[in-house]
Structures are given as C-alpha cells and as structure tokens.
T-cell receptor, first 117, second 111 residues
Framework: GAVVSQHPSRVICKSGTSVKIECRSL??????MFWYRQFPKQSLMLMAT?????????EQGVEKDKFLINHASLTLSTLTVTSAHPEDSSFYIC?????????????FGPGTRLTVT | SQQGEEDPQALSIQEGENATMNCSYK?????LQWYRQNSGRGLVHLIL?????REKHSGRLRVTLDTSKKSSSLLITASRAADTASYFC???????????FGTGTQLKVEL
C-alpha cells in the first residue's frame, strides 16, 4: 500500500530556533498534502493544505509566517516552524490523499513529535 | 467548530466483546471515513462510507451512516487486545479532499 514518511520522528529544539519537518509520499505522487497538529489525547486539527506549484492554504487562526509550508515536488512537502516557542510543542502529522488514484481516503505519515524547551 | 463529536470518549471492554463508537457531524458530507491511531503514531484508514450508502462492512468492521441525523457508527465485532487504539471519524465535505476529524474514542480491549 501507499506509504507516507515523515522526518524527523522526534525533535527537541530550543525556544527561538526553527525546525523543519519533511513529509514524503514514497510510492505515489501527491499534488496536495495536508498538515495537522494534535495535542495529547485530542483530535487532529488541520493547519494547512500544501499545494504543489502554488502557495499553501492556511486554516483560520494559523499563522502562515510562523508555519512555513513548501511543496517542493510531487512527493515532498515541508513544514518549518519558525521561532518556535514551548506552546508550539505538539505532534505534527501530514497526510496525502489517495485522490490521485481516484480514491478518497488519505494516507498519513507516522507523525513528528516536536518539543520546544 | 465544524469538528465532529464522538461518543463515548473512552471505552473499555473485554476481549471478544463488541465495541460501538458513534460520530455526529454538522454539515453535509460527500463521504465519512473512520481512522485508527495507535498511541503516538499516524492514522490508518479503516473504512469509507459514501453519503448515499447506509451500511458497509469490512472484516470485523461495520459502519452505518444516517445522513438525516448526521450521524455514523463504527462497530468492531469480536474485539481483540490488538484493537486497542483511538478511533476517529472524519468528514469529507467535498472541499478538495479536506477532512474534518471527530473528537475521537479511546478504545481499550482487555484480555
């Protein structure tokens, strides 16, 4: 089946630094990818839609200058958390829809645990 | 919030019993999907039901959809300890594959 990978799986950074998270579709092309964040024991909240070849679309309340998204190719999207603060500590998950294959489900990456100290 | 609501929030059952989770949502949907998440991991797609379908089966999973009540249920029959996970419903409202997730049900299946 299709696989979506994320790197790194876990990162600890100091307050004020920036962190880049990669999301790759390994055996299929994804013109669109989605970025979510998830707090402990809570649901996923969509942050933004990453579009290959165009700007990302951010959900209401998500700062685009803080969470920079770049869809560099048909298999790679990156999320950069700039000037990270402790409140940015969370579990970040990306997904890619199987829509390119005519289906509607999404394939999720394994997630990245970000801890800002 | 457009997030779906799920109940129960947590469910603890014995192996072999059935587990039922319910999801209610607020807007019209194209389809509704159920996902499973093991602790600290990504989500795995379980089953998708279209808005014009009322029931769907996949192995030990049975999903129902009532669009008039804007609700869905997921039934896991003959549960196993390995079914222990969080389960989320997700609504596809047709906005470019975007999904809106429910609040989730934490299922614990004990031996």
């Amino acid at each position: 089946g299709a696989v979506v990978s994320q790197h790194p799986s876990r990162v600890i950074c100091k307050s004020g630094t920036s962190v880049k998270i990669e999301c790759r579709s390994l055996d299929f092309q994804a013109t669109t990818m989605f970025w979510y964040r998830q707090f402990p024991k809570q649901s996923l909240m969509l942050m933004a839609t990453s579009n290959e070849g165009s700007k990302a679309t951010y959900e209401q309340g998500v700062e685009k200058d803080k969470f920079l998204i770049n869809h560099a190719s048909l298999t790679l999207s990156t999320l950069t958390v700039t000037s990270a603060h402790p409140e940015d500590s969370s579990f970040y998950i990306c997904s890619a829809p199987a829509g390119d294959r005519g289906r509607h489900e999404q394939y999720f990456g394994p997630g990245t645990r970000l801890t800002v100290t | 919030s457009q997030q779906g609501e799920e109940d129960p929030q947590a469910l603890s059952i014995q192996e072999g019993e059935n587990a039922t989770m319910n999801c209610s949502y607020k807007t019209s949907i194209n389809n509704l999907q159920w996902y499973r998440q093991n602790s600290g991991r990504g989500l795995v797609h379980l089953i998708l039901i279209r808005s014009n379908e009322r029931e769907k089966h996949s192995g030990r999973l049975r999903v129902t959809l009532d669009t008039s009540k804007k609700s869905s249920s997921l039934l896991i029959t003959a549960s196993r300890a390995a079914d222990t996970a969080s389960y989320f419903c997700a609504m596809d409202t047709g906005g470019g594959n975007k999904l809106t997730f429910g609040t989730g049900t934490q299922l614990k299946v004990e031996l």
